[in-house]
């Protein structure tokens, strides 16, 4: 380590044109194209959903056909989980561990390199299906974000091998980046940071990272099935050949329940960050914190069949995957009650960062109360595979994980560039975007209850008023991105200038850095006591 | 609450170009047997408990945003722990959980159990169609979706039960103990009535069980719950419970119509006779995906309008529909339909929009064929 620091001066070299970018070993440049690249599949995501939306706007059949209906659920679903959400995340860490921790870099500067290089290709050959079916040249992956075989397998489309090997990318880059954040977490961390000091977003991604590893290869091996299935004849999961269905949703779904805290348990981290500052008040029970989210961890290895109370699981199955999923509510119980005692008699001040968290406290908690109703078996034979089980993830995914992605955003976005952000369209974009998420979200929760099973392209006509509803809020929520592009585009390219500290009070070793932080974040590794 | 949303629907008809609504529900419905009850009930308890958890929670953070704030020159405190505190909010979870256990754990044993029924119906998922076995009756019918295209294209006005109507109901007797059984011939399909509060998937190589016992006669409708490929949201399920008198004579009806379309089989039909009875056949089975026009999805299904099959070899044809095309969504149509209903198809196939090769199939070429 002491090589490294010694060698660089104070000024930074940043390599110029293309090369900086498609050769880049640095945790802020590979951290940049993580964000844009998660911007734009958000986009791209985002249409889908809008047509989506707008085919449901009212009953019958107006837009697309069937057959694409099912395709742009799929791609949406896929594009918003892999492209968007864990890219983001991951782009956060890249520029935040090392900083926070004092480190110069990331631990495995070219491997992360590859890392991000591997998602352009894997979305590269998603999407391409979907513009070929467009183009009349075959189907999209139309099975689903979950790909449930055996509609996946043999009745598959032939895009589906293309599906399969993007998903082998993607679980690479994955695995690749956990690796790296885990070795630079574990071995860069500044003289007197033990495990217990470190800053509360480090402490989710570390944990994050080990689910990553853990459960990214089961997804590979699921694929693999998959394409041995559609291709050499196996039937691991064709029941005609002694293979069976059931099974490959528990193995998606071993993989599958902590992926959705993959995206989660980051996003836990962000909201930690930044309650504390704008409440000018140190986070309320770190340590119980950290123990929450381990906590987390480890039950979401053991709840996985509670996606499948309708397979036709023994009772006594269903019964121990209802009282483990349960437990999960008591740690995120005590996280939600720990930003609630942080807020508590704080000074509070409600800049976007702020809202967006605070936002993400309640939003999160009616996702966690759905969730909590939904893991109840004998309720959840009414809740399965419908809107009220997309009502439940949409407010997790987009309140939760998507809110505290922009939070963070705007939180860091000066320390990024040191320029402040424009305070008055970040509050434009968070109402809109709050406001419209809930008019997008909350009725799905009605026709659900209602009985509109999710994935279905046309309704019954008794679902039709809070379709409606919903599909207006999803074209304000989609616009209303535009603002949140544009008022990065402007930030990034200048503005009043941030302070070393940004925020006032604002705690971390990264805003002890100036702003914008230097190239090589630490060069000097900083004493924490 | 309905009387706040009302007024939003309201103004949310006023978006829509070419509305028609029925009335819609805020809540889980109670259903109408003991399942549907056990799932309102515990839904209606885990429900409140949220609520009123949300209260205390939501109300304590807005408090802290409305009065503990920098402009209200409120002086942050610096604390940032207490054991007391933390113990006492992971003790009181389990608490309320654990009181949630216990209903949920009577209410599912319940509903779980499938023993001392009084008959069976087999249930097999189609895409995408359902197919219903009354086990040891001999009775035995595929349930197609059987609103018009027509709807579904904005052509004509929809019905009052748009997409939730079939050709043949399935149906029960009041105050039995039906156990259905489940599976499926291709894809995971899941099988859905609400008011009875069962859910069960039908998959390939499985056989599920549920039950139901209905007391009130009526019409239940409910649609396919797992994504089962285009047509998913287009295979409903609509029983009808009758008193037992009723459901014996409709059972008897039902046995003597399957002994005269087995008859069918054996009559020579005119040209007329095959078209017409084709034309209803077709659209009931192979409409769904090759389209009314025969034309069709570009890159999902191929066009029959002009095909090479539909024009060429009879025999060739004959097989296709007979016995499917492996790892495509052709199915095997022999085992579903009856060779009137294949002869007719194939002969339809072969002779509109266009195709006029002028060949005709009896049914006992399919016969012969099988």
Sequence with gaps: ?529 | MRAVTRPIGLACLLLASNPSFADYQLNLAPGVTSTSQNSYDIHQIVMWICVVIGIIVYGVMTYSIVTHTKAKKHKAATFDDNLKIEILWTVIPILILIGMAIPATSALLAMEDTSNSDMSIKVTGYQWKWHYDYVGEDVSFFSNLSTPMAQIKNKETKGENYLLEVDNRIVIPTGKKVRFLFTSNDVIHSWWIPAFGVKKDAIPGYINESWTQVEEPGVYRGQCAELCGANHGFMPIVVEAKSEADYLAWLGEKKSAQAAAAASGNKTWTMDELMAHGETAYNTSCGACHQPGGEGLPGAFPAIKGSAIATGDVAKHIDVVLNGVKDTGMQAFGPQLNDADLAAIITYERNAWGNNTGDMVQPSDVKAAR
């Design chain 1, 1 to 529: 380590m002491n090589a490294v620091v010694e060698e660089h001066h104070d000024h930074d070299h940043k390599p110029t044109g293309m090369g900086r970018w498609l050769f880049s070993t640095n945790h802020k440049d590979i951290g940049t194209m993580y964000l844009w690249f998660s911007f734009s599949m958000f986009f791209i995501g985002g249409a889908l959903a809008l047509l989506i939306r707008a085919e449901l706007f009212q009953p019958g059949m107006q837009i697309v056909e069937p057959e694409f209906f099912n395709q742009l659920t799929t791609l949406h679903g896929l594009i918003m989980v892999f492209g968007v959400i864990m890219p983001a995340f991951v782009g956060l860490a890249n520029w935040q561990i090392p900083m926070m921790i004092g480190a110069p870099d990331m631990a495995l500067p070219r491997m992360n390199n590859w890392s991000f290089w591997l998602l352009p290709g894997a979305f590269g050959l998603l999407i391409a299906s979907l513009i070929m079916s467009i183009m009349g040249m075959g189907s999209a992956p139309n099975f689903g974000w979950t790909f449930y075989a055996p509609l996946s397998t043999t009745y598959g489309p032939d895009s589906t091998d293309f599906f399969i090997f993007s998903v082998h990318l993607m679980g690479i880059s994955s695995v690749m980046g956990a690796i790296n954040v885990i070795a630079t977490i574990m071995n860069l961390r500044a003289p007197g940071m033990t495990y217990m000091k470190m800053p509360i977003f480090v402490w989710t991604w570390f944990i994050t990272a080990y689910l990553l590893i853990a459960v990214m290869p089961v997804l590979a091996g699921v694929v693999t099935m998959m394409l041995t299935d559609r291709n050499f004849g196996t039937s691991f999961f064709n029941a005609a050949g002694g293979g069976d269905p059931v099974m490959f949703q528990h193995i998606f779904w071993f993989f599958g329940h902590p992926e959705v805290y993959i995206m989660i348990l980051p996003a836990f981290g962000i909201i930690s960050s930044i309650v504390p500052t704008f409440s000018r008040k140190p986070l309320f029970g770190y340590s119980s914190m950290v123990y929450a989210t381990a906590s987390i961890a480890f039950l979401s290895f053991i709840v996985w069949a509670h996606h499948m109370f309708t397979t036709g699981m023994p009772v006594a199955g269903e019964l121990f995957f209802m009282y483990a999923t349960m437990l999960i509510a008591i740690p995120t119980g005590v996280k939600v009650f720990n930003w609630m005692s942080t807020m508590w008699r704080g000074s509070l001040t409600f800049e976007t960062p702020m809202l967006f968290a605070i936002a993400f406290i309640f939003l999160f908690t009616m996702g966690g109360f759905t969730g909590l109703m939904l893991c109840i078996a004998p309720a959840d034979f009414q809740y399965h595979d419908t809107y009220f089980v997309v009502a439940h993830f949409h407010y997790v995914l987009v309140t939760g994980a998507a809110f505290s992605i922009m939070a963070a955003v705007y939180f860091w976005l000066p320390k990024w560039t040191g320029n402040m952000y424009d305070e008055k369209l970040g509050k434009l974009h968070f109402w809109l975007t709050c406001i419209s998420a809930n008019v997008l979200f909350f009725p799905m929760h009605f026709v659900g209850l209602a009985g509109m099973p999710r994935r279905i392209p046309d309704y019954a006509l008794q679902f039709a008023e809070f379709n409606q509803i919903a599909s207006v809020g999803a074209f304000v929520f989609g616009f209303s991105q535009l603002i949140f592009l544009y008022l990065v585009i402007k930030c990034v390219k200048g503005g009043e200038k941030a302070t070393s500290e940004v925020w006032e009070g604002a705690k971390g070793l990264e805003f002890d850095l100036p702003s914008p932080a230097p190239f090589h974040s630490y060069t000097t590794p900083p004493e924490v006591k």
